[in-house]
T-cell receptor, first 111, second 111 residues
Framework: DGGITQSPKYLFRKEGQNVTLSCEQNLNHDAMYWYRQDPGQGLRLIYYSQIVNDFQKGDIAEGYSVSREKKESFPLTVTSAQKNPTAFYLC??????????FGPGTRLTVL | RKEVEQDPGPFNVPEGATVAFNCTYSNSASQSFFWYRQDCRKEPKLLMSVYSSGNEDGRFTAQLNRASQYISLLIRDSKLSDSATYLCVVNIINNFNKFYFGSGTKLNVKP
C-alpha cells in the first residue's frame, strides 16, 4: 500500500533535549511538508520541500530543522530552542494535482 | 487577516439534515481548493477537491465562487459518521506551492 508513515506516534521530550520525528512516503511525491497543530487550532506550516536537497521555512520555523536527503524521507528535528513544542505534528506530501495527503501524525509532549 | 476563514461552529444537526459550510479566502491568486475532513485526534483526510464549475461526490457538493472568494460544502442526508471537523484549504501554486488551512468547522450529527 502506498502512503505516508510517521514515527513515533507518541513522543515525550525532556527540557533541553532535541528530538527527531520521522516521515517517510512511498507515493513518489516530490513535495513534502511539516505542520504543527495545537488543540482547537488550524495547521501551521513549519517547513516544506519541493525537491530533494532543497527546503524552505514556513511560518513557524524557529526552533525546528529539517533535511531532505532522499525523496522518500523528510525528518523534522525539534530543537531545545523551540520553547513550546507540545503539539500534534503532521507530515504531508503532495501529488501533481496539488492534493495533499497526510501521515497519521506524532504527538509530542514536553515533560 | 487570515488567509482562510471558516465559521468554527459547532453545527449541531439531526440525522438526515442538509448542512452547508462556507469558507472565504483572501488571496485572489489562490488556484486550487479543497475540503478535508479531520476526526478527533486524527490526521486530515482529503474529502474532495473543488472545481470552478462545482462538483459532487455522492452526498457532498462543493462549489467555488472566485468573484466573491468563497468556497462552500453541502452535505445532504447527514449521517452520524459525518460528525467531524471540516477544513477548507487553498493552494497558491506560484507561492512555492504553499497550502493555507482554515481552522475548521465542527459538525455534530445527532440521532
Amino acid at each position: 500500500d502506498g502512503g505516508i508513515t510517521q514515527s513515533p506516534k507518541y513522543l515525550f521530550r525532556k527540557e533541553g533535549q532535541n528530538v527527531t520525528l520521522s516521515c517517510e512516503q512511498n507515493l513518489n511525491h516530490d513535495a513534502m511538508y511539516w505542520y504543527r497543530q495545537d488543540p482547537g487550532q488550524g495547521l501551521r506550516l513549519i517547513y516544506y520541500s519541493q525537491i530533494v536537497n532543497d527546503f524552505q521555512k514556513g511560518d513557524i520555523a524557529e526552533g525546528y530543522s529539517v533535511s531532505r536527503e532522499k525523496k522518500e524521507s523528510f525528518p523534522l528535528t525539534v530543537t531545545s530552542a523551540q520553547k513550546n513544542p507540545t503539539a500534534f505534528y503532521l507530515c504531508a506530501s503532495t501529488n501533481r494535482a496539488y492534493e495533499q495527503f497526510f501521515g497519521p501524525g506524532t504527538r509530542l509532549t514536553v515533560l | 487577516r487570515k488567509e482562510v476563514e471558516q465559521d468554527p461552529g459547532p453545527f449541531n444537526v439531526p440525522e438526515g439534515a442538509t448542512v452547508a459550510f462556507n469558507c472565504t479566502y483572501s488571496n485572489s491568486a489562490s488556484q486550487s481548493f479543497f475540503w478535508y475532513r479531520q476526526d478527533c485526534r486524527k490526521e486530515p483526510k482529503l474529502l474532495m477537491s473543488v472545481y470552478s464549475s462545482g462538483n459532487e461526490d455522492g452526498r457532498f457538493t462543493a462549489q467555488l465562487n472566485r468573484a466573491s472568494q468563497y468556497i462552500s460544502l453541502l452535505i445532504r442526508d447527514s449521517k452520524l459518521s459525518d460528525s467531524a471537523t471540516y477544513l477548507c484549504v487553498v493552494n497558491i501554486i506560484n507561492n512555492f506551492n504553499k497550502f493555507y488551512f482554515g481552522s475548521g468547522t465542527k459538525l455534530n450529527v445527532k440521532p
